[in-house]
Nanobody, 123 residues
Framework: QVQLVESGGGLVQAGGSLRLSCAASERYFSSYSMGWFRQFPGKEREFVAAVSGSGGSTYYADSVKGRFAISRDNAKNTVYLQMNSLKPEDTAVYYC????????????????WGRGTQVTVSS
């Protein structure tokens, strides 16, 4: 059973930055794509960013392009989400997820999920 553990969430002022981390227990971590999703209260989880197993390909939701950056360190079994120029509307619970698929941008393409970390951006 793959375990994913997010960290790095917290409270930040608008315009600030946070870096989320997600540590995976998967032995063959570099074989899988990783993604970040977020969920607003009362809403469905939405795609934020994804990275291929090698780290060579990345994908972003339009709402975060130019502000967020996903990366991974396969030696550490960890994926990151660097979030810059944060806005109050970025306030959500952020989840990392693992996928066996090459270009995973939807919820049903992911197989394992972390428990999430809260990000709150104050105005």
């Amino acid at each position: 059973q793959v375990q994913l553990v997010e960290s790095g969430g917290g409270l930040v002022q608008a315009g600030g930055s946070l870096r989320l981390s997600c540590a995976a227990s998967e032995r063959y971590f570099s074989s899988y794509s990783m993604g970040w999703f977020r969920q607003f209260p009362g809403k469905e989880r939405e795609f934020v960013a994804a990275v291929s197993g090698s780290g060579g390909s990345t994908y972003y939701a339009d709402s975060v392009k130019g502000r967020f950056a996903i990366s991974r360190d396969n030696a550490k079994n960890t994926v990151y989400l660097q979030m810059n120029s944060l806005k109050p509307e970025d306030t959500a619970v952020y989840y990392c997820a693992q996928s066996f698929r090459a270009v995973p941008t939807t919820i049903n393409q992911y197989d394992y999920w972390g428990r999430g970390t809260q990000v709150t951006v104050s105005s």
